[in-house]
């Protein structure tokens, strides 16, 4: 499959859905050049929104991540997250008891602004479950890997409810050869010990791609022959955009190498529009 070049390929589009992390920044921070890119799209007229699995912050709050990384202009609008459909979700469908959840203080108060009262998994009684209505794995960070994750699991044995997954993410880069275990791997790990199948959100579900298209479409007039799907992993932001019927491009400068990404397309079955070295090019 042979490159092209991202900024000559995104003129022929109205829109474009840009994964964030191995996109715009990485382990390292921000990618050098990705502002210009930015402005770029902005110069040229196309409409841009970001769509991460990221469950963790609110819009307001990536846009400050990404301005303390030194990207400038992004609008809260213009960001999608996981979190958001989680949220959505349970202000629809858990209308009382407490929520349980897996993850941060911050990410709980993000995501659980549903009225009701909600409650790390630490401080649940195992004997005292009646009040309990749903459970959300939230973060990565903020509970004790060992003793909460056990007590996950026997809570869960214990109670049928519904088991939400806010950011289906099974890891995240850390370094340019090693990764670290994201909340998507550890609900993977629950699901299977009892033997249960949990909601979750983020990409490659269209869930999320139908939440951006639809909120795109309050602002204008889009089709989704209109719109290019930007990332850089195949089981996520190219599977994904596929299913929703979005052109897609994989670029280089995140989880997938040019050098092997003719092995991970066979091997996956997952076959990408277009690929391309970056975004900056």
């Known amino acids: 499959m042979k490159n092209t070049s991202f900024k000559t390929l995104v003129q022929d589009y109205k829109a474009v859905f840009l994964d964030s992390y191995g996109v715009l920044k990485n382990h390292q921070g921000l990618i050098d050049g990705v502002q210009e890119t930015i402005d770029f799209i902005r110069d040229t007229g196309i409409t841009l ?141 629950v699901e299977y010990m009892v033997n249960q199948r949990f909601m979750r959100f983020g990409k490659p579900d269209s869930q999320m791609f139908m939440y951006a298209y639809d909120e795109l479409n309050e602002t204008g007039n889009y089709d989704k022959g209109d719109i290019l799907m930007v990332g850089d992993t195949l089981r996520t932001d190219i599977l ?18 040019s050098e092997n990404v003719e092995l991970k397309i066979n091997s996956s079955g997952i076959i990408p529009d277009f690929t391309a070295n970056s975004i900056l090019e």
């Open 240 to 257: 994904g955009g596929n299913k929703f019927g979005l052109k897609t491009l994989l670029v280089f400068s995140g989880n997938t190498r």
């Open 49 to 189: 929104r970001i769509l991460t699995n990221d469950a963790s912050r609110s819009q307001e709050e990536q846009v400050q991540v990404f301005e303390n990384l030194g990207l400038n202009g992004l609008k809260e609008e213009e960001i999608i997250t996981s979190g958001m459909l989680a949220r959505q979700f349970l202000e629809l469908k858990i209308t009382s008891g407490k929520i349980a959840y897996l993850g941060t203080e911050s990410s709980a108060n993000y995501i659980l602004q549903t009225g009701l009262e909600h409650i790390p998994i630490s401080d649940i009684d195992l004997d005292d479950l009646d009040e309990i209505s749903a459970l959300v794995f939230l973060d990565d960070e903020g509970f004790d890997w060992n003793h909460d994750i056990n007590k996950t699991v026997n809570f869960l044995r214990r109670k049928n409810l519904p088991v939400i997954v806010a950011n289906s993410d099974k890891y995240y880069p850390v370094s340019n050869s090693d990764v670290a275990i994201a909340i998507g791997g550890i609900s993977r790990l």
